[in-house]
């Protein structure tokens, strides 16, 4: 993770929340008033950015003091204190709600990342995202997947090759599409191709397509796709599929599942800052 | 809303999103390549967003033209066309991505308000977000909220003041806490306090707050608290209410029923960009 | 006060200062050399940004010490010194005219508010500031104020509504326009009217308007509105008043008044930096 | 001027008055209604900044237009149409407040400046202004100066070198001073020294100063130093001189006075914003 | 190329040429004076940043016209006339030298690149850029290196992996290296091992690395290396290879030779503007 | 220097050499582990950016140590350990290239100047930089100039004045626009001109120019000028002239030669930085 980024991140989500004062505090909280406070779990999950938190409380205040007690990616339980702060109360107060939705979002998408890399469990199929995050939190959300037990997709245009249709039709053929992009792009990036059926799978493998993504293929399809590529590249199954299908897909051996919904549908996970009396 | 803080957040997510350049675009489509497309609903749903994707595609490529078929708010079908764009091919594959992000997470929200709006129809009471907005994208969040129907609470710190209870342990007591709220904040700023019990209710009521917050309660209790208050403050029902409890919360005649799960859970609307061959 | 957005006027303003770096202060004086030096009030007022000037120093070079002898909001008299400073010579040569500047206007506003304060002491009357405020620097201008014992109007036109002349004609009527303001904006932030005449205070009234302002009017007219409101909402005097009106216009028991030359015109205080041989 | 730095001035000075929408406009005008209006001089001054004005206009809408009446610099009367306006009234209303402060302060500034500058005339003496301008804007207020028939003193502390006091005694005497600061230098910045005794005066023509600055002196002194620097380098007479002294200081035959309450005490010029029924 | 970022570039490098404006066009240049130019090849070479080159002119002013005669990429010959430009004097003089000052740049390195392009031709040495570009400008850098014929190496730390020295020793070896980074990485990026012997190239090979640096390894040792690796991998030479050797290098069979210097060494191509009388 | 830019320039290099994260580093080095190193010069010249260079390691993580052995403008030899290193390896790894760019340029540029000032020895020239600085790094690079023993030219559009061709044709002729630019500027700014034949030079003379450039003159003509203006206005020497010349027209006795290619051609000082088994 690059550190000036977040710190971007953080500084821009405290200016939205924070607008020119924390009216509230200001008026009823003396300045320098000290408070403890304990992190808790209000549900079952994996934590993820534990660190984030603590960096947002001690941008708000570099007094502030934070004490892990569990984790970055651990599993944690309904009512375990995930860490310990002390302080201003009014710094907290004001760095609590960013500090929150930054944790709250990023350990949901670790959990359900952990759900579903669990589905698939004892198949060699990786669970990864896609670009459809957060715009502007995309470096945390994928930093999340990572924590839940999955892989990463290209993080943006610039650092993965993926030829979809468009390309196709524009560049004249998928074996086109695959020499000019491998003429054009950067020795250490991979070029994938998006395929439809079969005729298309084998036109990408005779390209020497270093990953074929079988799109919206129905699992016999897949099943076939895999048996004719074998090895020669790496197999990517794409499309909306349901949790229900997910194994299924998994046992077809493609070596790469990837799911929009990891971070196009996000559920915070629950938990809350408790001030000691 | 703010084009300026608007057009900062598409600057921010295009950067994000392409890097330093489209691999696959630039080596595969000629630069001034045209083509036609569609957006398409995948789903039903409410719109929302679509201003905003256009905005992406034509900050990318001035020239892109959108042509809006369904308006801001409105209710959509599966299959319905929403928009159509005609430009260069490559400056709307580059905007698509980010272009899509934005407008189906947009939708969602407003979707997902939408029907928990129907859900207290005929009811008094207003549904409204909270502060657990995805940081950065408060602005479009909130934005969505009133497209599905619902109202806004406050947007951040500064533009209103709601008395917790650390505050009130801090002020010495809800009536202390008022007075030093009403002391210091802009005339036109309310001031709204939490409560946990109807003892708490009175006191807020006897402090003239503007507004009461019913905290957790069960529903009887509400019912008690909005007899209680009796038109003397606006009353807000809080607390993590499941979508069942809605009606009947709604139903004791609180004003307003603040839902942080409108934006912290997020389920983004199936909206598809279809290039014409 | 949000310190992130301090931070960046403070950072904007000493860019603009030193532009590629102090010609005068590397050319002449030895980088580690050491002074003292001792800040001190030129004319007698209210000190208001005292924080800011520290801040200043300390940006320019973490290691400068600033020990206030004076406090925010303190009413200090020609001679009076309100801060020692030590450290490396050339760093506080480089800060001192942006630490100077904001010092020097910020106090200048408190003092000047200070005395508008007192003309109207004895009665129920506040005084605010309003909208103009020198652009980038309202944040540090509305605390100034407070510091001088003045109350801020609403920070900007996302925490307030105002509903002037032109959105009444657009709207139909006052009663229109209240009623679309009330069903659009946050349950925490009031609705407030310009007024004219009597007939649009009754009208406002009737709308149950929050706030009522009473713009341009005679201190007759003034009275009239006043008794005419009765404590049912608000209200607030409003136009270029002459200080000689002031008192008069706060004995008509309005709550209330603006006054935009608070912060439009503005007289920096005199206060200088000595350095000690 | 810069008009990539009024640009950032300008959507600053924007996002800082607009937060996240305007409430009011938003939700009593319909969008796309349309609105003239007059920009109107409600006293005497010299116009400046009208050019700014419009273009704050046009920031927020490309298709406002502003037809100008006056011209920078022009002196105004009150009563006197400055510009005329047409575009959506939404447009209007949320860059009018920007718009206007900016334009009244650099107005009031340069009608300031141009009082000064008929008090001396018929004196060699040019007025300029100093470094004590508000933070962020200085380039704006500098301009002013010279659209009231003022000159400019340094930009910042890299376009010039003014050696004062503690650079004296830090580099061991003006004589040394003033030799470390020409051989450091770009060959186009000049040498200027502050003195406070017709001591230090010949000390810095010895040294080849470029300017000589004669600080805090009484008139008879001042006309002593001219005569003793005889056109040799230029002469500024800097000090807190009240406006009855500078005629007087002018007739010493000094060719340049700074004055820090050109900017440092801002009168903003009235001038306002009538829409058309 | 990513516009937005390139935006940057142009308005950061504007600010920082042009500062508070222009004093010597702003005096002596009427503001609406018109001017012809045209852009002038002073030396031969390969021409790249035309494209950046009007854009930096129309930032500054949008109505300047720029009419490309010579295309991005071409050789070009001393005399050729690269462009015409006619627009505002004042808007063309103050955009002149930052645009030449990127446009000689780029076509320096692009010439340059060429230049070594062109002594490994007939051999399947691609020549590629490193990381040694200039901070800021690595974007037109690495583009300037394909429109000489070059190709470009990793971007930046996150879309490649390079093991160095220090990550095998750090992991324990090349192996575990090559399998810890294949487990962390998106699947579209390759790895890379930098190798300084035999035993290094092997074990490189045995972990199925999926490209091999040789690094300062004499031309013997290449040869054997090549031989050794035999099309298992990519094979990249590197190293403060002399021109003299580069020849031979590729003789060797290695797939990719990539140079430093030609980014860290850049001899800027000598282009000027001449206006027409 | 400006700290406030320079650590906007190490941010900005920094992000654009992190990208979203160093995936090398991050999978193959243990977070903690801990390393040392020396940066050793690996060809003579003269040291300059070693501050800079510490300062990219700080930012990236603040507990690295920097030790400096060498000091700023000092000559070093091949082999000379110029600072040691010690800290955590992955922050010294992800630091590396954006401090070494930085240096190795900047020492380029000393090592290039202090060659150049060498070859006028003894005579009164000094070797000045041009506005040819690569943009973003002016700033360094100027200073780097002065490391190297030369002097700067003007830092920017408005912070000298050069009236060069264009200007004076516009203006009318020599005398207009030095008259115009005398009327214009801040008094601490001196006027150049530059001239192309003896005519010009004595128009320039009349005109009281401070400074006059003698561009593009031949030595003889170089000679002729610098007897004609006989100490009345500093002598600058400009053209495209090759170092072979450079001793020839210093010794034609004029003040100043400026050197385009300081700046727009770089060869960076080999460095490197090795770390320790």
Redo the contacts between chains.
């Keep these: ?5 977040l710190d971007k ?1 953080i ?20 300045k320098d ?1 000290q ?1 403890q406070a304990k992190l808790i779990a209000k549900q079952e999950g994996v934590l993820c950015g534990i660190a984030v938190f603590a960096r947002v409380m001690q941008t ?1 205040d570099a007094s502030t003091q934070v004490i892990l007690l569990k984790q970055e990616g651990q599993h944690v339980n309904c009512g375990d204190v995930l860490a310990t702060l002390s302080g201003r ?1 009014a710094a907290i ?2 760095a609590e ?2 500090a ?3 944790l ?2 990023m350990s ?1 998408i670790a959990t359900q990342t952990a759900q579903l890399v669990a589905m698939v469990s004892g198949t060699k199929a ?1 669970i ?1 995202d896609t ?9 945390l959300e ?1 930093y999340a997947v ?1 924590m839940g037990g999955g ?21 004249g053929g998928i074996t ?2 695959v020499l ?2 491998k ?8 070029i ?1 191709v998006e395929t439809e059926n079969l005729a298309q799978v084998q036109e990408a493998l005779d390209a020497l397509a ?2 074929i993504m079988l799109d919206n293929m129905d699992i016999p399809m897949m099943a076939q796709a895999v048996a004719l590529i074998n090895g020669r590249a ?1 197999v ?1 199954a794409s499309g ?1 599929m349901g949790e229900k299908d997910l194994r299924a897909v998994a046992q077809t051996g493609v ?2 599942i990837s799911i929009g919904a990891i971070t ?5 996970m ?1 938990i809350s800052l408790r ?1 000691e ?1």
């Design positions: 993770m690059q550190l000036a980024l991140i500084q821009n989500s405290l200016e939205e929340d924070i607008g020119w004062g924390d009216l509230t505090t200001e008026s009823t909280i003396p008033k408070a708000v109360a107060l004001m709600r960013v929150l939705n930054l709250q979002r949901g990786a990864t670009r459809k995050t957060t715009p502007g939190l995309r470096m994928k990572r892989r990463n997709h290209r993080f943006n245009l610039s650092d993965g090759v993926l030829i979809k249709d468009n390309h196709i039709r524009a560049a086109q599409a000019a992009a003429a054009y792009v950067p020795h250490l990036i991979k994938e270093d990953v790496l990517e909306n070596d790469i196009h549908t996000i559920k915070a629950d001030f009396a």
